[in-house]
């Protein structure tokens, strides 16, 4: 599960440090006053936004409000009026010779097409195609390359387990890739979401890999009180309270087991492709260091959250070339071992 730690690290780290907690920037009475300002006039100096005069800026009926394109891009009043107000505070503190401070949780980003982080949502989509192209090469490899059972299924025990672990990842990523293009509560949650179900479901995995656990009885044994755990906490965060203290500690746990899971399995196996999963051990550690110690995004566009998605896109490629091999491993020994049977 190395690259769930690079993804158990990637979300274990989404699950901590995307929390949207009061911040300098909208605590700055400078701020506070252009975006009230604008709410109410609708203007900023010279630009003005004309859906801050309209009805459709609040609540009330479906057809009075904004459509949908508009919300999506965050080029609401509210929206807007922060984006705006945010960027001239900055110009402002700049000139005074301030470093850059967050606003609502977040750094200053420019904004591409009304996306909210263009870097990280880049990344993310990288991300999302390793991970197609990793699963893709693995079944490629499972069905096409290696020998096939009578049946035509796979020697290769995991198969299943993979898919699984492949699909999740994707979708992890894509409502990654959705939840940094625009932070509402909706796609905040979902990613949260898929975060958490993809990190229990390869704590799951890590353990049946590393203790080799092939028999159907014990593998649901388990997988069984790990899903219960993981579905009571999506909807407990989902349909109760969003707790981030306690998403943290269940992200923080399920991850760090897994980690500590695959690094003894790299110590103790004779696996042929042990060096592989100990590169994205621990380079996925490392990129640890950039959500420790943040800072303001260059240029306005890269941050140490974005900079470590991307690094975590060739530890994605590494990690679906040790399952690869590991597919491959195990095939063989398991013919190995049915060839004096066959005799």
Request: proline share 4%; net charge positive; aromatic share 16%.
């Amino acid at each position: 599960m190395a690259v769930r730690y690079c993804a158990a690290l990637l979300l274990v780290l989404s699950c901590l440090f995307s929390v949207s907690y009061a911040s300098l920037g909208d605590a700055d009475p400078t701020y506070r006053t252009c975006v009230a300002e604008c709410e109410r006039n609708g203007c900023i100096g010279q630009v003005c936004f004309p859906q801050c005069n309209s009805s459709s800026s609040s609540g009330g009926p479906w057809y009075t409000q904004e459509p949908l394109y508009l919300q999506w891009q965050k080029l609401g009043c509210q929206g807007d009026c922060r984006y705006h107000c945010m960027v001239n505070r900055e110009k402002e503190r700049e000139s005074l010779g301030h470093v850059p401070v967050k606003y609502h949780g977040k750094w200053p980003f420019k904004r591409v097409l009304g996306i909210q982080e263009p870097a990280s949502v880049a990344f993310s989509v990288l991300n999302l195609a390793m991970h197609f192209h990793g699963w893709l090469s693995f079944f490629i490899t499972l069905y096409y390359k290696l020998p096939l059972k009578q049946d035509k299924t796979a020697y290769y025990e995991y198969v299943g387990l993979w898919h699984m672990y492949g699909l999740l990842s994707m979708n992890s990523w894509f409502w990654s890739a959705v939840f940094h293009s625009r932070d509402v509560d909706i796609t905040e949650r979902l990613d949260y979401s898929s975060a958490i179900a993809v990190l229990g479901f390869s704590l799951i995995l890590a353990i049946l890999r590393t203790f080799d656990v092939r028999v159907e009885a014990a593998r649901v044994m388990v997988s069984a009180p790990i899903l219960a755990f993981v579905t009571t906490h999506i909807l407990y965060i989902n349909f109760y309270k969003l707790d981030y203290g306690w998403n943290m500690i269940v992200c923080v746990t399920m991850g760090v087991a897994q980690l500590l899971l695959w690094a003894r399995w790299a110590a103790v196996s004779r696996h042929p492709s042990s060096w592989k999963l100990w590169v994205v051990v621990v380079a996925g550690g490392l990129a640890m260091l950039l959500e420790i110690y943040d800072f303001p995004p260059y240029e306005g566009y890269f941050d140490a959250h974005s900079i470590w998605h991307a690094i975590t896109i060739p530890l994605t490629v590494l990690w679906w070339s040790f399952i690869r091999d590991d597919a491959e491993f195990r095939t063989s020994s398991l013919l190995k071992k049915s060839k004096p049977k066959a005799k």
